[in-house]
């Protein structure tokens, strides 16, 4: 039995968004990142101006400013440690 894909185990249970769920998405994320090649990851912070924690601003893609990349090995599942909002956001972009 081949194992479920996230996008679609998220649209059929539809479940409430909590850190728990952010990070079940961030784990499968950079999965599907490794899985494709990807050496270097950076976090790509909420549209919304305002709607990322400090941890996640910190070091965040934004329109206005590049982030910290991130080996791809060492990239901690979302929402970073830290983070203080109730739903986090962000997620990971790949970057070269």
């Known amino acids: 039995m081949s ?6 185990w998220l649209a059929r249970v539809k479940p ?3 850190h728990e769920v952010v990070q079940k998405v961030s784990k499968a994320k950079l999965a599907e990142l490794h899985n494709a090649g990807i050496k270097m990851v950076g976090v790509l912070a909420s549209p919304n101006s305002g709607e990322f924690c400090e941890a996640c601003a910190a070091i965040a893609y934004t329109r206005e400013e590049d982030g910290v990349k991130i080996e791809i090995e ?3 599942p979302l929402p970073l440690p830290g983070c203080d909002r ?3 956001m962000c997620e990971y972009i790949a970057v070269e």
Do not use: S
């Not at 194992?3 to 679609?8: A, S």
């Open 3 to 8: 194992e479920e894909n996230i996008y679609d």
């Open 16 to 18: 409430q968004m909590t």
């Open 74 to 76: 060492f990239a901690q």
């Open 86 to 88: 109730k739903l986090c």
